[in-house]
C-alpha cells in the first residue's frame, strides 16, 4: 500500500506560473469583495457578533449539513451533492498542493487510495447534480426560478471543471500503466476510448493541453467567485452566522423621547443596517420564500423574493451614484471650486424605495406570517424590512389603508379595534362569575382573554370555554377587567409604533400595579407579544398559552377528560403560536388526549398556511386575487374531517367565514381547542 502515489506534475513543464495565475485571480476575487462591501457599508452600523459559539454551530448545520435545504428534497438533494462533490474535491486539492508545493510528502498509501476513490464518487456525484440543476431550470423551469446569464455561466464553468478533471485523469491512465486506476473508476472509464482512439504522442500532447486549459477554468473559478452567483457560498455561511437568534420576529423600539431622531421608520436604503444590504447579496434566489408566501400564493403582487432582489438592485443603483458623487465633488475641488466631497451618508434623490421599487400595496398585503423566512435556508429577513417601511409611512407620510385608521382610531379611543366601549370589556366574563385583579388581588394567573376573547361573539364562547376548564381544574385566576386595554400587536404589525407604545406601556403599569406574575393567554398574537416584545418596555411576566397550560393540567391529572369516539380533526397551526413560538405538538396531543382522530392538512407544522388575518390584515380588506382564508379553509374541506382545530381567534374568525363562503357549514365545524375539550368534560 506504501507504492501506492503518482508524480503530481507528470507530463507539465512551467508549473511555477500557476502562481502568477492564482494572484491574479485572487485580486480579482478581493476586488469584487472589496466593491460589495463598499455597497454594505451605505447602511447603518449593526452589531451582530453576539454569540460566535451558536454562529460556528449553525454554519456546521444549515450550512455544511444543509437541514434547510434539504427539507425541500429534490433541489436540496441536488444541492448538497455539487456541495459535497466540491468539498471532496477541495480537500484532495489541498493535499495534492501540500507534497507538491510544501513538500510535505502525505500523497499517498491509504490517503491517496482514499482522495482517488472520494474524488471520483463525489465528483461524479457533482456531475450529476448540475445536470439535474440544468433540467431543472431550463427544461422543468418552475415559476420560483428566474434564469440569468449568470445562472448558465456558472453552472456551464462548474460542469466544465469537473469534466476536463476526469479527462485529465483518463489521459493519464491511458498514456501511463497505472496499479491503482480501479480506484479512480470514471477516469479508468474514458482511459479506455482515449486509449483506442489516441496514440501515446496524442495522448501526452493531450494532456498537456487540457491540464493548462483546466488550471486556467479553475483560475476563472476563483476570479469569477465573488463577481457572481458562486459568491452566495461565502455570503449564505455568513447569513448562517450573523442570523437572529431567540425569538423570531421582535421588532426594534422606537425611543420616542430620543429628540435626535428626525424620522421614524425606513423610506431610504441607507437608513437599513449594513446586515439588511447584506441580506440581499446573500439571496440566492431559490424562490422557496416565493412558494410559501400565502400573499403570493393567493395572485397579490406581493412576492418576498422580488421585494430582496430589487433591493439589491437599488443598493447598486445607488452605489453607483454615491461613486459618481464622488468622483465629481473630487474633481470640483480639484479646479478650486467650493464642493462638499460625496459621502456614503448622502442621500441619492433616485428611484424611492416604497414607490419606485416597492409599490405601497406589497407592504399592506404581508401578512407577517414569516413562511418565507422559516422556509429560506439562509435566514433571510423579509419581514422586518416590510415593517419598518410600514412604520415610516404610518408615522411620518400619513399614509396607511382607510381600514387600518379606523382600526387604529377605535383601539386609541376604547383600547380594542371594534371600537366598542371600554366600559364594557369585563362584562362578558363578569357575567360568568370570573373575579378581577381588584376583587381577587391574590390570584395566582391573570387570565388575558385579549380584545377578541372580551367583544367577539365568536370567540366569547371560547373564553367560556376556556374559564370552565380552568374552574374544572381547580385554577386561582382572575382577570384585570376593564383595566385591559388591546395588547397593541396589530398596530405594532400595521407599523403603528407609537399607538402600541402607549397601549403597551399602560398595559405593563397595570399589571406591575397588581403584581402580576403569571398570565394564561388564548390568543397567539397577545400571547408572542406579552411573552416575547413587552420585555422591551419593562414587562416582564411567565406568559403561557392556553394549549401549553392545558395540556400541564391534563397530564398531571387536574383536568379530566372523556373520550370522543369516531370523530375526526385537522387542526390548522397559527403563524405566531407556531412558526413565531415553535408550539406545534402541544395541541396536537390534547387532541389525541380526548379521542380524535387527526388528519394533516396539505400545509402544516412550520409550513402551514395563514389563515390572512396576520400582520394586521385582519382589519383590512382583500380586494387582490383570492382570500387567502378561503384558500386555507379548502385544504381543511380537502381532509374530509368533522372538525377544524384552532388555537387562535384570529384563525377561528377566519376559517369559520370561510366555511361560510363555501357553503359547507352542516358538515364541517371550526373549534378552539378550549371548546373541544370543554365538550369532553
Known sequence: MAAATREVYWNIEGEHWLYLLFIIALAI?????????????????????????QGIKDIFVYGVFHKRILKDSYPGLMHFGLFVGFVVLAFATAIITLQADFALQIFHGWLYI?????????????????????????????????NKPDDAITLALLFTILVTGFVIQGVRIAAIPDPWSAYAFVGQWMAIPLKAMLNEAQLLSLHVFLWWFHLVLAMTFIAYFSHSKLFHILLGLANQFLRKRGPIGIPDPIDFEDESLETFGK????????????????????GRCQDNCPAYLSGKHLNPKKIIQDMKVLMEETGAAVAEAKKVANVTQVEGQEAAAASEDEEWTGRALIGDVIPEEDLWACT????????????????????????????????????????????????????????????????LGVKTFEQEPEAEYLYWPGCSGSFDARNQKVSAALVKLLNAAGVNFAILGNDEKCCGDSARKLGNEYLFFSLATENIEVMNGHGVKKIITQCPHCYNLLKNEYPQLGGNFEVIHHTVFLLDLVKSGKLKLNQTAGKSITYH???????????????????????????????????????????????????????????????????????????????????????????????????DIAEILEKAI
Request: overall charge neutral.
Open 368 to 431: 407577517t406570517c414569516r413562511s418565507c423566512e422559516q422556509q429560506c435556508p439562509i435566514f433571510i429577513e423579509h419581514v422586518d424590512k416590510t415593517i419598518d417601511m410600514r412604520r415610516n409611512l404610518v408615522l411620518m407620510e400619513t399614509r396607511f389603508p382607510a381600514e387600518a385608521q379606523l382600526a387604529f382610531k377605535n383601539m386609541e379611543n376604547n383600547g380594542n379595534p371594534w371600537g366598542i366601549g371600554w366600559s364594557t370589556r369585563a362584562d362578558y366574563l363578569t357575567g
Open 29 to 53: 476575487f478581493a476586488y469584487g469583495v472589496y466593491k460589495r462591501v463598499i455597497l454594505w457599508k451605505l447602511g447603518q452600523p449593526e452589531n451582530r457578533w453576539k454569540d460566535v459559539g
Open 573 to 671: 397551526d397559527s403563524c405566531y403560536l407556531g412558526r413565531y413560538n415553535e408550539i406545534y405538538e402541544q395541541p396536537r396531543e390534547l387532541l389525541k388526549a380526548v379521542g380524535l382522530e387527526i388528519k394533516e392538512m396539505a400545509h402544516t407544522g412550520e409550513k402551514s398556511f395563514c389563515c390572512g388575518a396576520g400582520g394586521g390584515r385582519m382589519w383590512l380588506e382583500e380586494d387582490e386575487g383570492q382570500r387567502i382564508n378561503e384558500m386555507r379553509t379548502d385544504e381543511a374541506i380537502a381532509v374530509k374531517t368533522d372538525y377544524v382545530g384552532t388555537a387562535c381567534p384570529y384563525c377561528l374568525t377566519m376559517i369559520v367565514d370561510g366555511i361560510a363562503a363555501r357553503g359547507v357549514g352542516e358538515d364541517l365545524k371550526a373549534l
Open 267 to 286: 423610506s431610504q436604503l441607507r437608513e437599513f443596517s449594513w446586515k439588511a444590504l447584506f441580506n440581499t447579496d446573500a439571496c440566492i434566489r431559490c
Open 114 to 146: 482514499f482522495i482517488k476513490l472520494t474524488s471520483n464518487l463525489f465528483g461524479l456525484l457533482a456531475m450529476l447534480a448540475i445536470m439535474a440543476f440544468a433540467y431543472r431550470r431550463y427544461i422543468q423551469r418552475p415559476d420560483r426560478l428566474d
